[in-house]
């Protein structure tokens, strides 16, 4: 069983940035690679991010690509979303996600509770 526990959503204007981390229960971090989903009001969740196992291969959503960098400390059991350049449709609710398969789309084998972003315009 894996626990993930996200922080660092909030308030923010245009064009400022954010940093989100997840942090993972247990000792098995590494065997799992890693996501970053959202989903804003009646849309459907979305992955923006995703990272191998040992970070060495990572995607990233068209939308995000640029300004988005996901990225992981195994030895803190921690995965970061640097978000840049925020727009107001970067706006929902973002999800940190678990897969023991690295691969995208990911099929996901725990999720985090999610933490709020909210950018203004």
């Known amino acids: 069983q894996v626990q993930l526990v996200e922080s660092g959503g909030g308030l923010v204007q245009a064009g400022g940035s954010l940093r989100l981390s997840c942090v993972a229960s247990?000792?098995?971090?590494?065997?799992?690679?890693m996501g970053w989903f959202r989903q804003a009001p009646g849309k459907e969740r979305e992955l923006v991010a995703h990272i191998s196992w040992a970070g060495s291969s990572t995607y990233y959503a068209d939308s995000v690509k640029g300004r988005f960098t996901i990225s992981r400390d195994n030895a803190e059991n921690t995965v970061y979303l640097q978000m840049n350049s925020l727009k107001p449709e970067d706006t929902a609710v973002y999800y940190c996600a678990a897969d023991r398969q690295s691969r995208v789309p990911m099929k996901v084998d725990y999720w985090g509770q999610g933490t709020q972003v909210t950018v203004s315009s």
């Open positions: 247990g000792r098995t971090f590494s065997s799992y690679a």
